[in-house]
T-cell receptor, first 119, second 114 residues
Framework: AQKITQTQPGMFVQEKEAVTLDCTYD???????LFWYKQPSSGEMIFLIY??????QNATEGRYSLNFQKARKSANLVISASQLGDSAMYFC????????????????FGKGTLLTVNP | DTGVSQNPRHKITKRGQNVTFRCDPI?????LYWYRQTLGQGPEFLTY????????KSRLLSDRFSAERPKGSFSTLEIQRTEQGDSAMYLC????????????FGAGTRLSVL
């Protein structure tokens, strides 16, 4: 089974509008971390936002927010007021604990969503 | 404030040659990771160092791959007798040893094996 599922291969959004990128995860651990990264065409993976499994509040970082629904095992990224520079691949990733055979440090990534922001 | 640095950015080599990549992590980070990313996929974990100790190696890391972090600072990843299937982006990341373990990545080394 996929640990991280990103069901949207590609998304389009109009500049200045908000967009939601979907991510569902699979783990039996109680303690885990969820991450979103942005990868422009240059290749660098840029850290955007982190959500711990025990965090009660949804994480926010500037225009990025993470809609964390623990019971549904989803961690969707919301980008508000999209900008042309937001066009990139977006990856959801998870760090599991030991119960699921994880290591508590390595990340497992989804296949990504290619976001295109139209002017 | 310098981020993770990787060299070279691009490497083209012929099949059968050896290649070595270098990663300089963020200076106060004692954890260092290597990942491999092929076209259309997310990065896949290869190996992990805590200071100079290599604590885990993925099954993806065949005997032709070796990674070192001799003084707990920079790291090298060597691929011997390269094969066309080794063509990929090799990403290095580093993190603090804390509960969040947020990994910061370098720009990667893109390897093309002809």
């Amino acid at each position: 089974a996929q640990k991280i599922t990103q069901t949207q291969p590609g998304m389009f959004v109009q500049e200045k509008e908000a967009v939601t990128l979907d991510c569902t995860y699979d783990t039996s651990d109680q303690s885990y971390g969820l991450f979103w990264y942005k990868q422009p065409s240059s290749g660098e993976m840029i850290f955007l936002i982190y959500q711990g499994s025990y965090d009660e509040q949804n994480a926010t970082e500037g225009r990025y927010s993470l809609n964390f629904q623990k019971a549904r095992k989803s961690a969707n990224l919301v980008i508000s007021a999209s900008q042309l520079g937001d066009s990139a691949m977006y990856f959801c990733a998870m760090r599991e604990g030991y119960r699921s055979g994880g290591s508590n440090y390595k990340l497992t990534f989804g296949k990504g969503t290619l976001l295109t922001v139209n002017p | 404030d310098t981020g993770v640095s990787q060299n070279p950015r691009h490497k083209i080599t012929k099949r059968g040659q050896n290649v070595t990549f270098r990663c300089d992590p963020i200076s106060e980070h004692n954890r260092l990771y290597w990942y491999r990313q092929t076209l259309g996929q997310g990065p896949e974990f290869l190996t992990y160092f805590q200071n100079e100790a290599q604590l885990e190696k993925s099954r993806l890391l065949s005997d032709r791959f070796s990674a070192e972090r001799p003084k707990g600072s920079f790291s090298t990843l060597e691929i011997q007798r390269t094969e066309q299937g080794d063509s990929a982006m090799y990403l290095c990341a580093s993190s603090l040893d804390d509960s969040k373990n947020i990994q910061y990545f370098g720009a990667g080394t893109r390897l093309s094996v002809l």
